[in-house]
């Protein structure tokens, strides 16, 4: 599978944001800080903890969450600086530095600041236990610095501590980022040795197969999951069915999804509305769209975002989309895809026709995303999509 992003999953961390303090409206703001960013509301996370720090409360633990949530909204230098903040506060204990340490380094290197981000590794290994996030973290960083034996030292030490089919999927794509999808491989291959015990088990090694692109094994096993009434499976077994092609019964597997009780409907109807977009569906694809938008997280509001972009060039409203194009790059700067998008765009507003502009854009799709979003580039009018990410 192209282009799939690192997924950062730095865990060591949102139950220091739910500690409690001492009552009254400062702790109210503060609380309700770590709720936005639990949910995924990060903007509204940002302003609660800058409240938090500018009343004195909970300081260290207030820069620390402003710090994951400039992440998330693509501010990396903020973030970075809120981290070292935190870092320098005389209140934080060892655990809440260690954590600090680690989305500080995150920050770093999706900055490109791969020294900066490799000296808070090494800060994490000489001064703090490590633990699977740990070496996964120093894993990716020594990856983007070209340094294979430590990247693989580190992959090896993280997936030993955490021998799980989301840590294997989780190096599997940074691997994959790097063009390197034989070093992951092994990492998916392993997972799939252990045996199904239930429906999460099934889930899990469909996931695991729908990565390495064995969409029978995949359909066999989230079939089972399924069948043993897993929410996530359905989700999972539509993104199958329409990496196969199979757009009727994706659809039939999305619309299952959205109708559950505790799933996550955004992301039900994204898949269908990728599957209209398939079809040529495109007026029930920007409904879908819209529905998606009324109870979708940060991230679930990226994908949506960007398929409507991708749904108006398909209808060659180039003007349209160019112009949710430029309110997109606005809310999530950090996606690099979206600069190509955006070129693509003015070129089909000024130099070419409608006409010229269609051949171009034929095959422009978007893929879907759990977490975060990926983009499709489609700045030279080439398909880089027709895959979902979970």
């Known amino acids: 599978m192209k282009n799939k992003r690192i997924v950062w999953m730095l865990t060591a961390g949102l139950t220091f944001g739910m500690l409690t303090g001492c009552g009254g409206e400062e702790k109210k703001t503060y609380d309700q800080a770590c709720a936005d960013l639990a949910q995924g509301s990060y903007d509204y996370a940002l302003q609660g903890y800058q409240s938090s720090i500018t009343a004195g409360y909970k300081t260290a633990e207030a820069y620390r969450g402003a710090g994951i949530a400039n992440i998330h909204l693509g501010n990396y230098q903020d973030a970075i600086d809120s981290l070292t903040n935190g870092l320098n506060d005389e209140k934080a204990g060892k655990a809440l530095k260690k954590d600090m340490l680690a989305y500080r380094a ?3 290197l999706k900055s490109g600041l ?3 981000a490799m000296a808070d590794c090494q800060t994490l290994a000489e001064s703090y236990s490590m633990d699977a996030e740990t070496y996964y973290l120093t894993g990716c960083v020594a990856l983007a610095m070209d340094s294979y034996d430590e990247a693989s030292s580190n992959f090896t030490e993280a997936y030993g501590e955490d021998a799980t089919y989301d840590r294997a999927i989780q190096i599997y794509e940074a691997y994959l980022e790097k063009d390197m999808e ?5 990492y998916l291959e392993a997972a799939l040795k ?3 015990k239930n429906a999460e088990d099934y889930c899990n090694r469909g996931k695991v197969y729908y990565y390495m692109e064995d969409y029978s094994n995949a359909q066999k096993e989230l079939t089972e999951a399924v069948n043993q009434k897993s929410t996530e499976g359905m989700l999972l077994l539509g993104m199958v069915y329409r990496a196969q092609g199979d757009t009727s019964n994706a659809r039939s597997m999305y619309q299952q999804y959205v109708s559950a009780d505790d799933s996550e409907p955004a992301k039900g109807y994204n898949g269908l509305a990728l599957c209209d977009m398939d079809d040529g569906s495109y007026d029930s694809a920007l409904e879908n769209i819209s529905k998606g938008l009324e109870d979708a997280s940060t991230e679930e509001m990226q994908d949506l975002l960007f398929n409507e972009i991708v749904v108006y060039e398909k209808k060659l409203d180039f003007a349209t989309a160019l112009s949710k194009m430029q309110e997109y790059i606005k809310m999530f700067p950090d996606d690099e895809n979206a600069a190509k998008e955006l070129t693509f765009l003015q070129s089909r507003n000024g130099e070419l026709s ?6 171009t854009t034929e095959n422009t799709d978007a893929e ?23």
């Open 106 to 108: 995150t920050a770093e």
């Open 114 to 116: 791969n020294d900066a």
């Open 182 to 186: 034989a070093d992951g491989t092994r």
């Open 194 to 196: 252990t045996e199904a």
């Open 354 to 359: 409608n006409d010229t502009a269609s051949d």
């Open 368 to 390: 879907a995303a759990s977490d975060a979003g990926d983009t499709t580039d489609t700045s030279d009018g080439s398909d880089e999509s027709g895959e979902e990410e979970y």
